[in-house]
């Protein structure tokens, strides 16, 4: 079964930066899109951005806007986003998906097919 992980996570300050990437275990696999989402304590998860493999295209929540980028390597299947002037409720796990199939909703957590373990990001005030 394919797995995804994640690595980058830790903790910053804020106004800080960290990158994330996202890798799947099996070489072979084919995505049609990566996402990454996050999730609070005691929140639900949230989108925060995805990519498009075919497109290239990117989308990204409002609140991260103009702060975070995602991208992508074609070869690896693998995804990064890097994330500049951190604030402190940009702190949660981040978790990387990836979808298979057709993708109409790339900000709909539902439509992905495996996600990774989560890694933990803490931006301090």
């Known amino acids: 079964q394919v797995q995804l992980v994640e690595s980058g996570g830790g903790l910053v300050q804020a106004g800080g930066s960290l990158r994330l990437s996202c890798a799947a275990s099996d070489r072979t696999f084919r995505t049609s899109a990566m996402g990454w989402f996050r999730q609070a304590p005691g929140k639900e998860r949230e989108f925060v951005a995805a990519?498009?493999?075919?497109?290239?295209?990117?989308y990204y929540a409002d609140s991260v806007q103009g702060r975070f980028a995602i991208s992508k390597d074609n070869a690896k299947n693998t995804a990064s986003v890097q994330m500049n002037s951190l604030k402190p409720e940009d702190t949660g796990v981040y978790y990387c998906?990836?979808?298979?199939?057709?993708?109409?909703?790339?900000?709909?957590?539902?439509?992905?097919?495996?996600w990774g373990q989560g890694t933990q990001v803490t931006v301090s005030s």
């Open positions: 998906a990836a979808d298979r199939g057709v993708t109409m909703n790339l900000r709909n957590p539902n439509e992905y097919d495996y």
């Open positions: 990519i498009n493999w075919s497109t290239g295209n990117t």
